[in-house]
């Protein structure tokens, strides 16, 4: 009996250590920011493989989902509902642009960076509406800050 409660101790440990590792950002979807109006905030995460992104909705009105054209091949698709929190762990690398359907053209647009951004080149070819074009613009400015900052 005491090896087995024994055990049981061993792996509930070992589980939330690995737990442990992975880091939650959140980002908030507001009808106005530090950045203006209609944007998520932070609009630019960079995180690690594993770790989640938790999309709130601090504002009504507003969704997250991902943009076809700026996914890894094979990374985490998404759609989240009009008013309602969306929380996405992503385990695959790359650069992920998402937005908010309704104000898409109002550049309401994020970028998540998840480890090394080996699909940066097909993500900022994508087309973008209106003020989304240069959100994105800026977004990737950042991106290559970081990878600036990292060498």
């Keep these: 009996m005491r090896k087995v409660i024994v055990l049981g101790a061993l792996v509930a440990a070992l589980g939330f250590a690995g737990a442990a590792g992975a880091a939650e ?3 908030k979807m507001l009808n106005k920011g530090t950045d203006g109006v209609m944007v998520f905030e932070p609009a ?4 690690n493989p594993g770790d989640t992104v938790k999309f709130i909705a601090s504002d009504k009105g507003h969704n997250a989902e991902i943009i076809d054209t700026m996914v890894p091949d094979g990374g985490q698709k998404f759609v989240g509902k009009i008013n309602e929190e969306l929380v996405i762990t ?3 690398p790359g650069v992920y642009g998402y937005k908010c359907k309704p104000h898409y053209g109002m550049g309401m647009v994020g970028m998540i ?5 080996t699909n940066a080149d097909q993500a900022k070819a994508a087309t973008h509406p209106g ?3 240069q959100t ?6 950042k991106l290559a800050a970081t990878k600036t900052a990292a060498k």
């Design 25 to 27: 950002v959140e980002v």
């Design 44 to 47: 630019f995460v960079k995180i």
């Design 90 to 92: 992503f385990d695959k």
């Design 113 to 117: 960076v998840v480890g090394e951004p």
């Design 131 to 133: 003020k989304a074009k």
């Design 136 to 141: 994105f613009a800026n977004l990737f400015d």
